[in-house]
Every structure is written in C-alpha cells, then in structure tokens.
C-alpha cells in the first residue's frame, strides 16, 4: 500500500515566522510531489510542485526534495494568518496519472 | 487558468434516490478524477479516467458509477444513495504527465 505521511498538527506558528511543513513517502517509484492548499469548506488548491532533488521557491513558498531519504517539505516565509489553511502533500508515479495525498497537516499562523 | 466546475456546491437527498453529480473542465485535460472527503479520512479516489468512455475504479468504487462520454464532462453516479455517501465530493482534471490535478468547489452531498 503506498503511502504519504504527514503531521496532523495543527501546526502553530507566530506571524512573520518560517512555517516549515513536511512529508515522508513510501513508493520509491514516485516522481512528482505536490503541495496543495485547503481552506476550510474549501477545495484543494496546487501551490508547488517538484520533481527533482533540491529545493523550488515561488515567492515565499520553497519546496524540498529528498528522494534518497524519501522526504518532501515546504517551508513558507513571512508566515501571515491567511496562510493558515490545510496543506496536503500528494506524490504520483510516472506509470500512471493517479496521485496519492496524505491527510494533511493543520497550519494555525498566529497574529 | 483552469476552470473545474461541479453542478451543485450543496445537495440534499433521501436515502434510496438516485444522485447525478457532473464535473466539467474547460481545459481539454485528458484525466478526470473523482473523490469524496471526509474529516480524518482524506481525500479518498472513488473512479478516474483517462480518455472519453474509460473509465477505471479507484480506492473505493462501490456503491458509485461513472460515466465520460465527452472529454470536458465527467459524472458521478450514486445508484441508491445511502447516508453513509453523505461527503464532500470533489472533482479533479488534470493532463498527462507530471503536472499535478485541479479541483473543483466540492459539492457537499447529505443524504438524509
């Protein structure tokens, strides 16, 4: 069963801090990983993706990848209270297109 | 920017009824994904399909049917809702290849 892993939380952070939100994966295999966004009553909204080792930054998001240890993390810069959202991570394989997405971790940023 | 959009945002239905629930994209994506979501379970894949008329079955399949006849549109089908269908059900599209899906809004279906 392939599986993604993430901390429930919720995850509390001050305003104006690094959030810093991570993922472990079991599928050797996968080679696209995502971060996806999630407001409350809200659907799932794509902010990173990455596919190589290293880090990806977009604005205040940097996504890092580490495929030996099989570990994926986004960090958010200059945390605000509308980053405060569900943020899960999901991982595909290139043998299909199905994507696998943990059940996400609660970010809280403090004002 | 992709568009996903889903017939309802809310539905309310009787336990036994018949349920349509349709997904368009405006993207010419090739896959379409069905989930529902429930709190402490995910995002859980009910049937997804890669081109008009396939159709495969995710995680869950049973107790759902789908049907793409057109590239744009993909609908769910619940048979003979029940209350334990009572989720937020969302749709996603995406291309092939390594890009990831786009949602739609959810619809949050109560079966009563």
């Known amino acids: 069963q392939k599986e993604v892993e993430q901390n429930s939380g919720p995850l509390s952070v001050p305003e104006g801090a690094i959030a810093s939100l991570n993922c472990t994966y079991s599928?050797?295999?996968?080679?696209?990983f995502f971060w996806y966004r999630q407001y409350s009553g809200k659907s799932p909204e794509l902010i990173m993706f990455?596919?190589?080792?290293g880090d990806k930054e977009d604005g205040r998001f940097t996504a890092q990848l580490n495929k030996a240890s099989q570990y994926v993390s986004l960090l958010i810069r200059d945390s605000q209270p509308s980053d405060s959202a569900t943020y899960l991570c999901?991982?595909?394989?290139?043998?299909?297109?199905?994507?696998?997405f943990g059940k996400g971790t609660r970010l809280h940023i403090l004002p | 920017d992709v568009k996903v959009t889903q017939s309802s945002r809310y539905l309310v239905k009787r336990t036994g009824e018949k349920v349509f629930l349709e997904c368009v994209q405006d993207?010419?994506?090739?896959?379409m994904f069905w989930y529902r979501q429930d709190p402490g379970l995910g995002l859980r894949l009910i049937y997804f399909?890669?081109?008009?008329?396939?159709?495969e079955k995710g995680d869950i399949p049973e107790g759902y049917s789908v049907s793409r006849e057109k590239k744009e549109r993909f609908s769910l089908i619940l048979e003979s809702a029940s209350t334990n269908q009572t989720s937020m059900y969302l749709c996603?599209?995406?291309?092939?290849?390594?890009?990831?899906?786009?949602f739609g809004p959810g619809t949050r279906l109560t079966v009563t």
């Open positions: 993207m010419d994506h090739e896959n």
């Open positions: 999901a991982v595909k394989e290139n043998r299909d297109d199905k994507i696998i």
């Open positions: 599928d050797r295999g996968s080679q696209s």
């Open positions: 996603a599209s995406s291309p092939p290849d390594r890009v990831g899906q786009y």
């Open positions: 990455i596919y190589s080792n």
């Open positions: 399909s890669y081109d008009v008329k396939m159709k």
